[in-house]
């Protein structure tokens, strides 16, 4: 079961962060958005697990209704938040009840790609995932802060810093280097403290959304090294201390 389960949280992830449109997002009430979305749910389902299996049908099939519900919600975090915990509680469903499904795909003899598709799914998560999360969370913050301030920033570099935060504290926890994220912490806070020092809602605002980010990639990682453990190992030594 863990190896049908790490390949279908791989085609989760892919499908729903890296294979999916904005024009698929903002289509989503429409038929040939779901359809479409629907479509490249079924793909990598079975470029993940190497084969057709019934049971993916099933899965595309909740994965576009869970959507379709998410879509006529008022979004937000939690509508967010929601819609992966129903997503990844179909993907459990269906690997319990079909655990051989990666037994009986073409990588079924690649004992070492399952734990590498929990490593990129975790890698996704942390990183693509926790953009949108954060992004999410702080948005009604953000919406408060004066303009003089949001313009002064460089146009997507809170994301691109955000990616790569979480990026190396992702794999920081992963090599078996977690101290490393309180260096990581110390490094921003010290390159912050100028600028937001004399301004206290862009303090408050930079702590919340640091502390958002870091929290989430911990999260993420140490729960992609609860599920490595459960699968074949990589062969890659632990990076020493």
């Given at each position: 079961m863990p190896e049908t389960l790490a390949a279908l949280l791989f085609a989760h992830v892919l499908a729903d962060f890296v294979f999916q449109t904005a024009w698929m997002v903002r289509h989503k009430r429409r038929a040939d958005g779901l359809a479409l979305h629907g479509l490249v749910v079924l793909a990598t389902a079975m470029a993940a697990t190497g084969g057709f299996d019934p049971g993916l049908l099933w899965l595309t099939a909740l994965h576009v209704g869970i959507d379709a519900l998410k879509a006529r919600s008022k979004g937000g975090l939690a509508a967010f938040m929601a819609d992966q915990a129903a997503h990844l509680a179909v993907i459990a469903a269906l690997a319990f009840g079909r655990p051989d499904i990666w037994a009986g795909?073409?990588?079924?003899?690649?004992?070492?790609?399952?734990?590498?598709?929990?490593?990129?799914?975790?890698?996704?998560?942390?990183?693509?995932?926790?953009?949108?999360?954060?992004g999410l969370l702080m948005g009604p913050f953000a919406a408060r802060l004066p303009e003089a301030i949001?313009?002064?920033?460089?146009?997507?570099?809170?994301?691109?810093?955000?990616?790569l935060e979480r990026g190396l504290i992702f794999a920081l926890v992963l090599l078996g280097q977690p101290e490393g994220v309180g260096l990581l912490i110390a490094a921003k806070s010290i390159l912050r403290f100028g600028a937001v020092r004399d301004?206290?809602?862009?303090?408050?605002?930079v702590i919340i959304g640091t502390l958002a980010s870091f929290g989430w990639a911990l999260v993420?990682?140490?729960a992609t090294l609860s599920g490595l453990a459960a699968l074949p190992p990589l062969?890659?030594?632990?990076?020493?201390?």
């Open positions: 795909g073409l990588w079924a003899g690649a004992t070492a790609l399952p734990a590498l598709m929990a490593v990129a799914a975790g890698a996704i998560l942390a990183t693509r995932a926790g953009g949108f999360a954060v949001t313009a002064e920033s460089l146009p997507g570099a809170g994301r691109v810093i955000g990616l301004d206290r809602a862009l303090s408050e605002y993420v990682a140490y062969g890659i030594r632990a990076v020493a201390p």
